[in-house]
């Protein structure tokens, strides 16, 4: 059983479109993350939400909106689709409400806007 | 920055020898954690050692923290060519926000058969 799940795994689509990535996670997490890792391997984090709420909203364009319907899903819906927007984007969660202990990362989407 | 920094950026070993990666930091950390990404792959948790702990094992891998050097090294024992994969550091800071772990940008390793 997959303990994070992402969909779709490949992403192509024009610039301009609207497109989401779903994630589910099975493990009964409190925290979810989304981070977006660039061309040059570089990983960052996007959003985190504990419990179905907003906690972390890094320096993101609000084209970005994650939404979570409930504890175990992160949804990452994506207005308006830039180049710079290609990047492999990944979905994790954890245990602790601290979110200070390990994360489980999903096998990313990798995105490509042409 | 407030990222880790990994040394060095690739490295290159035969099987049966050992790997040291280390990754260094500027800002107070509750923990420190290493992460593994394989090719196409998410990254897998491998090791988290808190600021207070010195060093840890696990199986192959032993880690070390200097928080007073602002440095951690990973040790991987007697390589495979399994454990070729990227390898990344990243720090939960005290007062950070909640779960906002900050990745290096890697060690790639390649282990040769």
């Known amino acids: 059983d997959t303990a994070v799940s992402q969909t779709p795994k490949y992403l192509v689509t024009q610039m301009g479109n609207d497109k989401s990535i779903k994630c589910e996670q099975n493990l009964g997490h409190d925290t979810m993350y989304w981070y977006k890792q660039d061309s040059k391997k570089f990983l960052k984090i996007m959003f985190s939400y504990n419990n179905k709420e907003l906690i972390i909203n890094e320096t993101v364009p609000n084209r970005f909106s994650p939404k979570s319907p409930d504890k175990a899903h992160l949804n990452l819906h994506i207005n308006s689709l830039e180049l710079g927007d290609s990047a492999v984007y990944f979905c994790?969660?954890?245990?602790?409400?601290?979110?200070?202990?390990?994360?489980?990362f999903g096998p990313g989407t990798r995105l490509t806007v042409l | 920055s407030q990222q880790g920094e990994e040394d060095p950026q690739a490295l290159s070993i035969q099987e049966g020898e050992n790997a040291t990666m280390n990754c260094s930091y500027k800002?107070?950390?509750?923990?420190l954690q290493w992460y593994r990404q394989n090719s196409g792959r998410g990254l897998v948790h491998l090791i988290l050692?808190?600021?207070?702990?010195r060093e840890k094992h696990s199986g192959r891998l032993r880690v070390t923290l200097d928080t007073s050097k602002k440095s951690s090294s990973l040790l991987i024992t007697a390589s495979r060519a399994a454990d070729t994969a990227s390898y990344f550091c990243a720090l939960s800071q005290y007062g950070g926000s909640q779960g906002n772990l900050i990745f290096g940008k890697g060690t790639k390793l390649s282990v040769k058969p």
């Open positions: 800002t107070s950390i509750n923990n």
């Open positions: 994790a969660s954890s245990p602790a409400t601290s979110g200070r202990d390990e994360q489980f």
């Open positions: 050692i808190r600021s207070n702990e």
